[in-house]
Nanobody, 124 residues
Framework: VQLQASGGGLVQPGGSLRLSCVAS????????IAWFRQAPGKEREGVSC???????RTYVDSVQGRFTISRANANTVYLQMNSLKPEDTGVYYC???????????????????WGQGTLVTVSS
């Protein structure tokens, strides 16, 4: 069982990136998937989540309207990030939780599996 996060890189402010989270050894059926990030010197924060039960999507206020989480297929989830800002810089992680129906408090749960992280740097 493994999660692989990828798609990070260096981008200028206002640019876009698409992160991917790919599952190996299992599928995302019945799993809620979340993206977290950790900026240098800061605590990890929840960015977005898509719930397993109804596909409900949640975003932290700072990315609302700029980021979109979506399921591409049974083992791939994307985080489309547009209008990137320097404060979006950090290591982005995907995580999954089996059988949960998650909402705005998705970041408070203990997740079953975590990916290794992909670095996003927004800088001119």
């Amino acid at each position: 069982v493994q999660l692989q996060a990828s798609g990070g890189g260096l981008v200028q402010p206002g640019g876009s990136l698409r992160l991917s989270c790919v599952a190996s050894g299992f599928t995302f059926d019945y799993y809620s998937i979340a993206w977290f990030r950790q900026a240098p010197g800061k605590e990890r924060e929840g960015v977005s989540c898509i719930s397993s039960s109804d596909g409900y999507r949640t975003y932290v206020d700072s990315v609302q309207g700029r980021f979109t989480i979506s399921r591409a297929n049974a083992n791939t989830v994307y985080l489309q990030m547009n209008s990137l800002k320097p404060e979006d810089t950090g290591v982005y992680y995907c995580a999954v939780l089996y059988g949960a129906s998650l909402g705005a408090d998705f970041w408070t749960y203990e997740y079953d599996y975590w990916g290794q992280g992909t670095l996003v740097t927004v800088s001119s």
